[in-house]
T-cell receptor, first 115, second 114 residues
Framework: GAGVSQSPRYKVAKRGQDVALRCDPI?????LFWYQQALGQGPEFLTY????????KSGLPSDRFFAERPEGSVSTLKIQRTQQEDSAVYLC?????????????FGDGTRLSIL | AQSVTQPDIHITVSEGASLELRCNYS??????LFWYVQSPGQGLQLLLK??????LVQGIKGFEAEFKRSQSSFNLRKPSVHWSDAAEYFC????????????FGSGTQLTVLP
């Protein structure tokens, strides 16, 4: 597709379950970002990939959060032993090049609800 | 610490009226500045960006923003608002240097009255 694609759009899980969220960036985009957006807030940075290399994971809130991009294209954000505070919209963004002046293109997000 | 402040949580304007959404940043060097718009259930769409040069930048959908270094501000404006502009607006920055991630403000929700 032409844009960033995220799946699933909605995910409901019970506390303690593991979840996996997928991001398919725009074809050829080198950089990929994950953000977490709590209700009524702006997105907050989680992690950043340049191709397959995870260059910054300083925003991951705990070691229950793990992200990968093994072939430098599709990325998966995994949350283990989910907790209620993990409920949020998870946004993925990609940019064509690696520079910090590159505009980021966002997907529609995955809304995660933890019961 | 770097921060982005959007002092107006919610703004209501009448259709056809002018609009200004405020954004201030706190950082020593001039960062790269962006405005994004988010409709309900959607991702963020880039409206415009400022890197350097002319301090008045034009964006999509008739929006413009002015960078004022002395005030550390990057306010978004539109001369005549349309009902379809109702959405949430986010100001964001990327630090110059090695940082890559966006730091967002908390957003301004825009309501447009008919």
């Amino acid at each position: 597709g032409a844009g960033v694609s995220q799946s699933p759009r909605y995910k409901v899980a019970k506390r303690g379950q593991d979840v996996a969220l997928r991001c398919d960036p725009i074809s050829g985009h080198v950089s990929l970002f994950w953000y977490q957006q709590a209700l009524g807030q702006g997105p907050e940075f989680l992690t950043y990939f340049q191709n397959e290399a995870q260059l910054d994971k300083s925003g991951l809130p705990s070691d229950r959060f793990f992200a990968e991009r093994p072939e430098g294209s599709v990325s998966t954000l995994k949350i283990q032993r989910t907790q209620q505070e993990d409920s949020a919209v998870y946004l993925c963004a990609s940019s064509l090049r690696q520079g910090n002046n590159q505009p980021q293109h966002f997907g529609d997000g995955t809304r995660l609800s933890i019961l | 610490a770097q921060s982005v402040t959007q002092p107006d949580i919610h703004i209501t304007v009448s259709e056809g009226a002018s609009l200004e959404l405020r954004c201030n940043y706190s950082y020593g060097a001039t960062p790269y500045l962006f405005w994004y718009v988010q409709s309900p259930g959607q991702g963020l769409q880039l409206l415009l960006k400022y890197f350097s040069g002319d301090t008045l930048v034009q964006g999509i959908k008739g929006f413009e923003a002015e960078f004022k270094r002395s005030q550390s501000s990057f306010n978004l404006r539109k001369p005549s608002v349309h009902w379809s502009d109702a959405a949430e607006y986010f100001c964001a920055v990327v630090r110059s240097g090695s940082a890559r991630q966006l730091t967002f403000g908390s957003g301004t929700q825009l309501t447009v009255l008919p």
